[in-house]
């Protein structure tokens, strides 16, 4: 099932710096790549999301690259802050469908 | 404007036995979605209702069912449960159905099988 594969499992990342996330998908049928944030005890939040005819989309500090041709895509989040540490899950879907295909997360810890 | 409601937080079932899970969705929004998350597996879809009627559907066995009801609350059911049902729960709740337009997590439901 899994079809969209996420590295690295955990991240460790001083404060102020880039935390960089990767994910790589095979189907190319998929058109929505959305990334979540999740806290413990908490359902995963929307934080931001790209279509594959974009290739970079930024929201205040995090940024969306995307790289159609490799079929991968990656969260930077620049300037990170120990707010940030959660667990970061990106993932995949197609024709608007509910049957999101997950990454298996990343852990990142920010240390102050 | 209320979020989307999952009751009850946490729940302690014994194997064999069978469970029911609710979640209330943002008011106006006509489709809930529900997923399993494991720390194996990860998130997995578990299936979509809209407007009553089931929509879609993960690769889960039968014993994992659903319905909603005409003010768009869910509940989800699992039978004869085993011990790697142990998971968080969780829903998500849109207008229009789908992922792309103002999809909402809850916070979950955690369930213990022993």
């Known amino acids: 099932q899994q079809q969209v594969k996420q590295s690295p499992q955990s991240l460790i990342v001083q404060k102020g710096g880039i935390s960089i996330i990767n994910c790589a998908y095979e189907?190319?049928?998929?058109?929505?790549f959305p990334w979540y944030q999740q806290f413990p005890g908490k359902g995963p939040a929307l934080l931001i999301a790209?279509?594959?005819?974009?290739s970079e989309k930024k929201e205040g500090r995090f940024t969306i690259s995307f790289n159609k041709s490799a079929k991968q895509f990656s969260l930077h989040i620049m300037d990170s802050q120990p707010g940030d540490s959660a667990t970061y899950f990106c993932?995949?879907?197609?024709?608007?469908?509910?049957?999101?295909?997950f990454g298996a997360g990343t852990r990142l810890t920010v240390k102050p | 404007k209320a979020g989307v409601t999952q009751t009850p937080r946490y729940l302690i079932k014994t194997r064999g036995q069978q469970v029911t899970l609710s979640c209330s969705p943002i008011?106006?929004?006509?489709?809930v979605s529900w997923y399993q998350q494991t720390p194996g597996q990860g998130l997995q879809f578990l299936f979509e209702?809209?407007?009553?009627?089931?929509?879609n559907k993960g690769n889960f066995p039968g014993r994992f069912s659903g319905r909603q009801f005409s003010n768009s609350r869910s509940e989800m059911n699992v039978s004869t449960l085993e011990l790697g049902d142990s998971a968080l729960y969780l829903c998500?709740?849109?207008?229009?159905?789908?992922?792309?337009?103002?999809?909402?997590f809850g916070s979950g439901t955690r369930l213990t099988v022993v």
């Open positions: 189907n190319t049928a998929f058109d929505y």
């Open positions: 008011s106006g929004h006509r489709s």
């Open positions: 993932a995949a879907s197609y024709d608007n469908n509910n049957d999101m295909r």
């Open positions: 998500a709740s849109s207008f229009l159905g789908g992922v792309n337009y103002g999809y909402t």
């Open positions: 209702y809209f407007s009553e009627t089931q929509r």
């Open positions: 790209i279509r594959p005819d974009v």
